[in-house]
C-alpha cells in the first residue's frame, strides 16, 4: 500500500514509519494539516493515518475538508482521544476506521489492510434516491434526466441530505457538516441554502423533496 501519515509526534512517526517499511509497504510522513493537503490533492494513496491534534487544523476539521472536496481515500483515525463523543466525530467527520493510542503495530496494520480491501472491493461512483442521481467521482446531479446545475456548497448539502435520507436532519448538524461551523452564527444560511436548493431540485419528473420540520429540521424523501 501507499501510505500517508499525518502525525506531529516525532517518535511516534519514526516508529510508524519504520514499522510500514518493514511490512513492505511505502508511507509518506507529514507533520500538519496543511502539507497532508497538498499530498493528497496531488497524488494518490490507498489510505491515511490520521492524528487529530494537529498543530495547524484539528484533524476533524481536516477530514470533513476532504470529504467535502471529494476526497475518498480511505482515513483512520489513530488519536489519543478515547472517548465515545470523539470516535462519534470522527465517523460523522467521514472517516473510515479509529484506532486510539497507545496500540499495538499488528492491528494498526490489520486494520489498514481491511480499509484498502473494502475499497478496492467496492468504491460507489453513484448514488441514487428517486429520480435524483448524485455522480460522486464527477460531483454532478441529474434529476428525472435533467442536469441540475449546482454551486459546490449546494452539492455538498444535496449530498448530506441524500446520506441521510428519511432522517431529520438538524440544522447545527447541517452547519457542521456542509459549512464546517460549530457554533450558532445566528443567520439563516441554513434556510436560505436550502430554499435554493429546493427551488433547483423542483422540475419536472423529479421526486424528491426537501421537507421542513418545523422546530426540528429538515428531511430529503422521495414523493413516492
Known amino acids: 500500500m501507499n501510505l500517508l501519515l499525518v ?133 454532478r446531479v441529474s434529476c428525472g434526466g435533467e442536469s441540475v446545475e449546482l454551486q459546490p456548497r449546494e452539492w455538498c448539502l444535496l449530498e448530506v441530505l441524500m446520506s441521510h435520507e428519511g432522517r431529520v436532519l438538524p440544522k447545527k448538524f447541517l452547519l457542521e457538516q456542509v459549512w464546517d461551523i460549530h457554533f450558532d452564527p445566528g443567520t439563516n444560511v441554513v434556510d436560505a441554502m436550502v430554499c435554493r436548493l429546493r427551488r433547483k431540485l423542483e422540475m419536472p419528473g423529479c421526486d424528491v423533496m426537501i421537507e421542513t420540520i418545523r422546530g426540528k429540521g429538515y428531511v430529503f424523501k422521495t414523493l413516492a
Open 7 to 139: 502525525e506531529d509526534d516525532p517518535e511516534l512517526g519514526r516508529q510508524v514509519a519504520g514499522w510500514m517499511h518493514d511490512a513492505g509497504h511505502a508511507l509518506k510522513w507529514e507533520k500538519t494539516a496543511a502539507a497532508a493537503l497538498e499530498v493528497i490533492r496531488k497524488q494518490e494513496c490507498d489510505a491515511v493515518i490520521l492524528d487529530v491534534g494537529l498543530p495547524d487544523m484539528n484533524g476533524f476539521s481536516l477530514m470533513e475538508k476532504l470529504r467535502r472536496e471529494g476526497v475518498r481515500t480511505p482515513v483512520l483515525f489513530l488519536t489519543a482521544r478515547a472517548e465515545v463523543s470523539d470516535r462519534v466525530r470522527g465517523f460523522s467527520a467521514g472517516g473510515d476506521d479509529y484506532l486510539t493510542k497507545p496500540f499495538a503495530f499488528e492491528e494498526l496494520l490489520a486494520r489498514l489492510e481491511a480499509l484498502h480491501r473494502r475499497s478496492t472491493n467496492h468504491v460507489p461512483t453513484h448514488r441514487n434516491l428517486g429520480k435524483c442521481r448524485l455522480d460522486l467521482m464527477k460531483r
